[in-house]
């Protein structure tokens, strides 16, 4: 099983370039989120998705656009790269949330991300 | 604002001993997840604890859940090397299509020969 693929695993960016992480899952997963993980902060919620075509803003939505045209791609999106966007991306997906969900977020391999 | 705390956050342990981490959270969740992450590598579940009382265990790994704390636990019994990873909860607060998820910033757990 494939689960969550991220591509790339590894970028380094010029500021102001951008640059688009793809996301797959073929759990066939109604939500998926993008955190970015930063040392001594845990994961943060950039933005997260319900369900095809829908996305919401999370903790740290500046600086990154999503979109979830398919439901099995979530794309996080940078407009013009900052040193502060600097990072690891992961992207996790999971079929249910709230009190209805007994399952975890499956998570990907990460993207390391490197914005000079 | 739900706030996820963790400690110890740095652990240095000898293998064969006993040592608990602890998550406490300032909301009345009764959910929480706990994650394992080796260096470099994606997070890994560990457990799931979905009521007050919840106990779940895994090789040397227990974990539980005391709503009325708003504290989890996380046991190590008998450590070993292979247990050395980073090891985060998760406070679950969603609710209908709304999703909030916080971490905790995390455990780094080395045990030594």
């Known amino acids: 099983n494939a689960g969550v693929t991220q591509t790339p695993k590894f970028r380094v960016l010029k500021t102001g370039q951008s640059m688009t992480l793809l996301c797959a899952q073929d759990?066939?997963?109604?939500?998926m989120y993008w955190y970015r993980q930063d040392p001594g902060m845990g994961l943060r919620l950039i933005h997260y998705s319900v369900g095809e075509g829908t996305t919401a803003k999370g903790e740290v939505p500046d600086g990154y656009n999503v979109s979830r045209l398919k439901k099995q791609n979530f794309l996080l999106g940078l407009e013009s790269a900052a040193p502060s966007q600097t990072s690891v991306y992961f992207c996790?997906?999971?079929?249910?949330?709230?009190?209805?969900?007994?399952?975890?977020?499956?998570f990907g391999d990460g993207t390391r991300l490197s914005i000079l | 604002e739900l706030k996820v705390e963790q400690n110890p956050l740095f652990l240095s342990m000898q293998e064969g001993k006993n040592y608990t981490i602890y998550c406490n959270y300032s909301?009345?969740?009764?959910?929480l997840y706990w994650y394992r992450q080796d260096p470099g590598k994606s997070l890994e579940s560990l457990f799931v604890l979905l009521s007050n009382g919840a106990v779940k265990q895994e090789g040397r790994l227990m974990a539980s859940l005391d709503t009325k704390a708003r504290l989890s636990t996380l046991h190590i019994t008998a450590a070993v090397h292979d247990l050395s990873a980073t090891y985060f909860c998760a406070v679950d607060e969603s609710g209908g299509s709304n999703y909030k998820l916080t971490f905790g910033k995390g455990t780094l757990l080395t045990v030594n020969p």
């Open positions: 996790a997906s999971s079929y249910s949330v709230g009190a209805y969900s007994n399952q975890p977020q499956h």
């Open positions: 759990m066939n997963h109604e939500y």
């Open positions: 909301t009345t969740s009764d959910r």
